[in-house]
């Protein structure tokens, strides 16, 4: 099974940029859709962006459209999401997971990295 190692997480101003990674172990990589989820504080998990085993196909949670962006690089076993124009709403423990395709793994993850913060102060 793959394992996951995020990393990019800080403190940043409103309107500030920060880029996650999120390594993978395994020769895998390439075969897994891949995700980003994230928590806030008091919240229940929420999906965030995905991306398809190739790349070719994204998909974004509605509140970030347009400020982030996911993509992959299965040379290198790692996944990014770039996040532009933060909100203190943006807030949250950043969570990196695989899943058998883009379209499932909003529901049926099957690994999880142990998470980087984002705090976006005001």
């Known amino acids: 099974q793959v394992q996951l190692v995020e990393s990019g997480g800080g403190l940043v101003q409103a309107g500030g940029s920060l880029r996650l990674s999120c390594a993978a172990s395994?020769?895998?990589?390439?075969?897994?859709?891949m995700g980003w989820f994230r928590q806030a504080p008091g919240k229940e998990r929420e999906f965030v962006a995905a991306i398809s085993w190739s790349g070719g196909g994204t998909d974004y949670t509605d509140s970030v459209k347009g400020r982030f962006t996911i993509s992959r690089d299965n040379a290198k076993n790692t996944v990014y999401l770039q996040m532009n124009s933060l909100k203190p709403e943006d807030t949250a423990v950043y969570y990196c997971?695989?899943?058998?395709?883009?379209?499932?793994?909003?529901?049926?993850?099957?690994?999880w990295g142990q998470g980087t913060l984002v705090t976006v102060s005001s």
């Open positions: 395994g020769r895998t990589f390439s075969t897994y859709a």
């Open positions: 997971a695989a899943g058998a395709a883009m379209a499932t793994i909003r529901i049926n993850a099957l690994a």
